[in-house]
């Protein structure tokens, strides 16, 4: 399974950005898939999650309200769309998927494949 992100650049303070996630399994859609972002140095932070079976959304307290997680159904991609962006949201987003059934996807252990990740900056 290979995970594909894209999507990130520069955006100013306030910005917004949407995030892409193209896998090459078309099995995909009963699969959890994740995003989570880094920075240097830091633990890699959950940002949000939407599961395989029921389609439930989560999100981080950080994101909560200024992000979206989405799958459309005729694409093997999933999508971030961010919105009030600030510097503390700089960081490589980079998503995954989970193939365990029942994972808790807020956590960095439930994913089987990750992608290389796309690199936000939040600057003026």
């Known amino acids: 399974v290979q995970l594909v992100e894209s999507g990130g650049g520069l955006v100013q303070p306030g910005g917004s950005l949407r995030l892409s996630c193209r896998t090459s399994?078309?099995?995909?859609?009963?699969?959890?898939m994740g995003w989570f972002r880094q920075v240097p140095g830091k633990e890699r932070e959950f940002v949000a999650a939407?599961?395989?079976?029921?389609?439930?959304?989560d999100y981080s307290r950080a994101m909560d309200g200024r992000c979206t997680i989405y799958r459309p159904t005729a694409e093997n991609t999933v999508f971030l769309e961010m919105n009030s962006l600030t510097p503390e949201d700089t960081a490589v987003y980079l998503c995954?998927?989970?193939?365990?059934?029942?994972?808790?996807?807020?956590?960095?252990?439930?994913?089987?494949?990750w992608g290389r990740g796309t690199q936000v900056t939040v600057s003026s």
């Open positions: 995954g998927l989970s193939t365990q059934r029942g994972a808790m996807l807020t956590a960095r252990s439930a994913y089987d494949y």
């Open positions: 939407i599961s395989g079976s029921s389609g439930r959304l």
């Open positions: 399994d078309d099995t995909f859609r009963s699969y959890g």
